[in-house]
């Protein structure tokens, strides 16, 4: 099991810019890609964007795609979404979350799915204002 541990969340204005950030320990040898997933009330769990952790291979969805930036950390264990120019339909709890049992090859398809994720974060807030 990945224990995950997020950070970064907050309030800021339409325009704006945060960076969230997901540490990872436990079995960090098992990861085979790291994700995030956004869930409001109204909504389900929604993805994000992913990373594939060997060579950095990224995939984003659409309402993100161009704003939005995940990178890693693989020395460090940690992976970081880089959100620009944020929208108030951006407010959302944000999950990191760890593929580690590699079910399915990273593809722009399988890895947009929450269901391949094994092990997940406690969500960290993101409010954005009008």
């Known amino acids: 099991q990945v224990q995950l541990i997020e950070s970064g969340g907050g309030l800021v204005s339409t325009g704006g810019s945060l960076r969230l950030s997901c540490a990872a320990s436990?079995?960090?040898?098992?990861?085979?890609?790291m994700g995030w997933v956004r869930q409001t009330l109204a909504k389900e769990r929604e993805f994000v964007a992913a990373?594939?952790?060997?060579?950095?291979?990224?995939v984003y969805a659409d309402p993100v795609k161009g704003r939005f930036t995940i990178s890693r950390d693989t020395a460090g264990n940690a992976v970081v979404l880089q959100m620009n120019s944020l929208k108030p339909e951006d407010t959302a709890v944000y999950y990191c979350?760890?593929?580690?049992?590699?079910?399915?090859?990273?593809?722009?398809?399988?890895?947009?799915?929450?269901?391949?994720?094994?092990?997940w974060g406690q969500g960290t807030q993101v409010t954005v204002s009008n």
């Open positions: 436990g079995r960090t040898f098992s990861l085979y890609a």
């Open positions: 990373i594939k952790w060997s060579d950095g291979i990224t």
């Open positions: 979350a760890a593929d580690t049992k590699a079910r399915v090859i990273f593809s722009g398809i399988g890895h947009r799915q929450t269901d391949v994720y094994d092990d």
